[in-house]
């Protein structure tokens, strides 16, 4: 199998996650930048926005599974982010917090999930 399409970015990529619903691509960065990218783009640049919130590394990225415009970062900084994709400059709210860091991250049955190098696991109702 061969692949379709590359990507590249100036920073190492931690996780990845694509929306069903918005057709986008969100990426967590070693830059502590989440990306979104639009693979349908033909030419130029396919970045669609960047989310800028994090002071450390963006470990995990995962799509609302109930709308196109929110998703959830975590990152070494120990925080858990919700973002409404409109506004890529400011986070909806500060989800969680991790007194280290948050290494994995899911959204399912209207509950976020977190769980960190605390060894902790966060279940927050959305």
């Known amino acids: 199998m061969s692949c ?3 990507i590249t970015i100036n920073s190492s990529l931690q996780c990845v996650d694509w929306s069903d619903r918005s057709q986008l691509i969100a990426a967590g960065s070693s830059d502590k930048y989440v990306r979104l990218f639009d693979p349908r783009g033909q030419s130029g640049t396919i970045v669609h926005s960047t ?8 470990s995990c990225v ?4 109930n709308s196109d415009v929110e998703l959830v970062s975590g990152s070494y900084d120990g925080r858990s982010l919700l973002w409404d994709i409109r506004s890529p400059k ?3 709210a500060l989800i969680s917090t991790h007194e280290d860091k ?8 209207g ?11 966060h279940i927050t109702k959305m």
């Open 90 to 92: 400011s986070y909806l």
């Open 51 to 58: 989310l800028q919130g994090h002071d450390l590394w963006v």
């Open 62 to 65: 995962t799509w609302s599974p």
């Open 4 to 6: 379709g399409k590359t």
């Open 102 to 109: 948050v290494l994995c991250c899911d959204w399912s049955h």
């Open 111 to 121: 509950k976020l999930l977190s769980g960190g190098s605390d060894s902790k696991l």
